[in-house]
């Protein structure tokens, strides 16, 4: 089972798999990288939304007492582990996020901080706009696609032994469509189910030659990992 999330998270997904009586080959498709982003001292703010547990390191301690929105339950308990003590999870995807918002947090109140990855979060942005709040985006992180395919999925494929590779972003599987197509490795997933945590992941998987693609019913860890029943 080939598993493309980031180095930092994959080894939980890892245990996970093994637990199935799967081997996990964990090859991340991108690194990220930190980036230095002014943020809003916490009294000038309503609430913190997060579109990715990647953005939890780069909120100061000083953001924990606020209200954090995070766009799904793993996120939400990355925030949680970080200190963060006032939790609400969206449990789905940005617009559930946005929703939650509307729902939990006053429009005429002070702004929102929205931190995602460098590129992403406009459109969510432009839907809480629309809703009325200020919002202030910041990108605290990049995620950068790698010049190579990663050895352990190298080798995996050349030895057609992989059932299935989890994808949870659709920066990962862009990534991997890229890489594979670089090594000459197009062909052999033939034999290989891609399992994507939502649309967007599966669209980036689609000109692939895959034995099938199947998306999780809801964006998360869970949902992913059900689709090997």
Do not use: K
């Not at 862009?174 to 890489?179: C, D, E, K, P, V």
């Not at 034999?191 to 964006?219: H, K, T």
Request: hydrophobic content about 55%; aromatic content about 2%; charged content about 20%.
């Amino acid at each position: 089972m080939l598993i493309t999330r980031s180095a930092a998270q994959a080894a939980a997904t890892a245990r996970r798999v093994a637990a199935r009586g799967l081997a996990p080959v964990i090859a991340p498709m991108i690194a990220l990288e930190p980036r230095a982003a002014e943020l809003p001292d916490a009294d000038a703010l309503q609430a913190v939304l997060v579109t990715s547990g990647n953005a939890i390191p780069a909120l100061p301690a000083s953001h924990r007492g606020l209200m954090l929105l995070a766009v799904g339950d793993a996120t939400a308990a990355r925030a949680a582990a970080a200190g963060h003590a006032r939790v609400h999870s969206a449990g789905a995807d940005a617009r559930a996020l946005a929703a939650l918002a509307g729902r939990l947090c006053d429009p005429g109140g002070a702004p929102l901080l929205l931190a995602s990855g460098e590129g992403q979060g406009a459109a969510l942005a432009a839907e809480l706009a629309a809703r009325g709040f200020t919002v202030v985006h910041r990108a605290v992180y990049a995620a950068r696609a790698l010049a190579d395919l990663p050895d352990p999925a190298r080798d995996a494929l050349r030895r057609r032994g992989l059932r299935a590779a989890l994808f949870f972003s659709a920066a990962s599987a862009g990534a991997f469509g890229r890489l594979v197509q670089q090594a000459g490795l197009r062909e052999t997933l033939a034999s290989v189910d891609a399992l994507a945590i939502g649309p967007p992941a599966a669209a980036a998987l689609a000109d692939l030659p895959w034995r099938e693609v199947r998306v999780a019913l809801r964006p998360n860890q869970d949902e992913l990992l059900a689709l090997l029943q």
